[in-house]
């Protein structure tokens, strides 16, 4: 696995646990969860283009009239 061992995998979790104490890694691990999900969806998305008639740069044509 990426050339990590079980005991470098257990170095670094006791240093994450040392730094951030254990009432934050919940919140850490929820955090990163919801990042990599959002991520995930991000890139499997088709990107959404409005192509709705009538639309200028956000503005709709009764927006146009009444400036």
């Known amino acids: 696995m990426f050339g990590i061992g079980i005991q470098e995998l257990l170095v670094v979790l006791v240093l994450v646990l040392l730094v951030f104490g254990a009432n934050k890694l919940p919140e850490i691990g ?3 969860g919801r990042a990599i999900r ?3 969806r991000a890139t499997s998305e ?4 409005d192509i709705t008639p ?3 740069n956000g503005k709709t044509d009764k927006d146009d009239k009444q400036a």
């Open 54 to 56: 009538g639309k200028k």
């Open 30 to 32: 929820g955090g990163l």
């Open 38 to 40: 959002n991520f995930k």
């Open 46 to 49: 088709p990107d959404e283009i």
